[in-house]
């Protein structure tokens, strides 16, 4: 007989909020700023944040019952309003600002190591992939932390997508570079366009996700629409936001924040309670829109799925 174990981070799913319960309020939400009743109802975002996506039909999508949480939901509000985006500012209310950014036309350029590179169009892409819901943890480097339902598709469909050839050992991903846009990107003291890596090992994990949806609709700008990455294990900066470019490669790449600063932020970025940066504590978290404080989790309480993957990593600053 076959026994199947739940991982370490899975509550019983009665405990998670029921599907047609959330879809029901996402129904509702939606009819709500239709009509413009959002303004200052507390419920969601600003009306100024929502603009027509050409996906927003496809949302919300089914939850994936085997990605729960150990927490509430972070409040919507608190989520789409404290935000890192540094093409925007190195504040965090950059919101606004971020919906300078021209999300259609969009194209993901996949190259590198791959049978045939190709540009796809991200509602081509949209099309392409399963869509699905999972509910993930998200610690930032700077100790604030929340937990938001991410909507989109396994980073291993994009990899069987592309196509990789066997040599590839790495995936570099690029962000969008528009000054004219990003005022934040005429900062020349800064290396963009921003770049992030991880191994292909990573890439095909199972918690990998590219994420095109929160909150039960397309990425609101600020959250890196139109395309971005979640990797719940690692730091937020690992997680890189409106990407143009994914390329496979046999050279490990150099992060943004690697090439700033590799002593404070390196290549892996595994969240570690017991390693300090270099100027404040991960000990502990601050749960964004609260003000709770809990104790962190090692690879942020995915231990059980990723731990193998360093297992073979010798002289290296895993967890920074």
């Known amino acids: 007989m076959n026994i199947r174990r739940k991982p370490s981070w899975a509550i019983p799913e009665r405990e998670a909020t029921p599907e047609h319960v959330f879809l029901n309020r996402r129904r509702f939400l939606t009819g709500m700023a239709g009509a413009g009743a959002l303004l200052g109802s507390g419920l969601g975002i600003r009306p100024a944040f929502a ?101 989109g598709f396994a980073m291993p469909e994009l990899v069987k997508l592309a196509g990789p050839t066997a040599d590839a050992k790495y995936v570099r991903f690029e962000t969008f570079h528009d000054p004219s846009v990003a005022s934040g990107q005429k900062q020349s003291w800064y290396p963009w366009p921003y770049v992030e890596g991880m191994t292909m090992d990573e890439a095909t994990n199972e918690l990998a996700f590219v994420a095109t949806g929160i909150y039960g609709k397309p990425l609101a700008k600020q959250f890196g629409a139109p395309i ?47 390693v300090p940066h270099a100027r404040w504590s991960q000990a502990s978290e601050r749960l964004l829109g609260t003000d709770e404080r809990r104790n962190t989790m090692l690879y942020n309480g995915y231990e059980e799925q990723v731990a193998h993957l360093y297992q073979n990593v010798t002289g290296e600053l895993l967890f920074m």
């Open 228 to 274: 971005r990455m979640v990797m719940p294990w690692k730091y937020g900066f690992k997680s890189i936001k409106s990407i143009v470019r994914i390329t496979f490669t046999d050279k490990r790449p150099v992060s943004f924040w690697e090439e700033i600063q590799p002593k404070e932020y390196g290549f892996w970025a595994n969240v570690n309670p017991s």
């Open 51 to 151: 603009e027509a996506d050409p996906s927003a039909g496809l949302y919300p999508v089914k939850r994936n019952p085997a990605f729960t949480l150990d927490r509430d939901i972070t409040d919507e509000t608190a989520a789409s309003t404290y935000n890192n985006f540094y093409e925007f500012g190195s504040h965090k209310q950059i919101a606004s600002l971020a919906q300078r950014l021209d999300i259609r036309p969009w194209t993901v350029t996949i190259d590198g190591m791959v049978d045939t590179p190709q540009q796809l169009d991200i509602d081509d892409l949209l099309s392409k992939m399963p869509l699905e819901e999972r509910l993930y943890r998200h610690r930032c480097v700077e100790a604030w932390a929340m937990a938001v339902p991410w909507s």
